[in-house]
């Protein structure tokens, strides 16, 4: 049933996101300057304010990869000594990293224009697994907000519209469970943090 319902939603997805491209309707293109900017080889109602949404997003995304990339080798120093920590936030960063140039490669498929922003450093100090967990989680639910609001902007373009649910959506929701579940975990163990810490770095290596 639920299988079933959301082979239909793709289906529907391809549909209704095939005929915006190829019929070409109207979802709100603005005559700005900045639409100038776009690719007219293949520019086909690629609205400005979904443009820009979508570049805010990769500078989301980037952030993201920076912050675990600081995490990852924050858990490798030698007075850390948590692997587990280590192999999860590079894993992160690398998929932060993935999700933006999925991003990219979008807006280049629909004719749109990439800009890149300024990233700020990231703080250089995480204390323990369980700083970096939480931070971890406020950070993905911001992500995931961000990305509703963008899905919402996005409303009269299927394709983008499904895109973001096929590519992002399902993925969020999960890693934010993932992610509260180990904050979760580590808070669990009151009197004897580090043996939790060690415990859960062991699972997050294998
Ligand atoms: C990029 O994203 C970060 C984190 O969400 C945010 O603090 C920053 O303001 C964004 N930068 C720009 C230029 O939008």
């Known amino acids: 049933m639920k299988t079933g319902l959301l082979t239909f939603t793709l289906i529907a997805c391809s549909v209704l996101g095939a005929r915006a491209i190829f019929f070409g309707e109207d979802t709100?293109?603005?005559g700005t300057q900045k639409a100038q900017q776009q690719v007219p080889l293949v520019s086909q109602s690629f609205a400005v304010?979904?443009?820009n949404e979508l570049n805010d997003r990769i500078n989301g995304s980037?952030?993201?990869s920076y912050v675990y990339l600081s995490m990852a080798f924050w858990f490798d120093r030698a007075d850390m000594a948590l692997?587990?920590?280590h192999k999860y936030f590079l894993t992160a960063s690398h998929k932060?990293?993935?999700d933006a140039e999925a991003l990219m490669k979008y807006i280049n498929k629909r004719g749109g224009y990439i800009?890149?922003?300024?990233?700020k450093s990231p703080q250089a100090v995480w204390r323990d697994g369980l700083k970096a967990m939480e931070y971890a989680l406020g950070m993905e639910k911001d992500l995931n907000k961000n990305l509703l609001k963008t899905h919402g902007a996005a409303n009269g373009d299927p394709h983008v519209t499904c895109f973001l649910e096929d590519r992002f959506l399902d993925?969020?929701?999960?890693?934010?469970?993932?992610?509260g579940e180990y904050v979760t975990r580590l808070k669990r163990f009151t009197?004897?943090?580090?043996?939790g810490e060690y415990i859960l770095d062991k699972d997050l290596h294998d």
Do not use: M, S, T, W
């Open 96 to 98: 932060a990293r993935d």
């Open 62 to 64: 980037v952030v993201a």
């Open 83 to 85: 692997p587990g920590f």
């Open 115 to 119: 800009k890149l922003k300024n990233i």
């Open 171 to 179: 993925q969020k929701v999960d890693l934010i469970k993932e992610l």
């Open 28 to 30: 709100g293109n603005v």
């Open 191 to 195: 009197k004897d943090y580090h043996l």
């Open 49 to 51: 304010k979904v443009i």
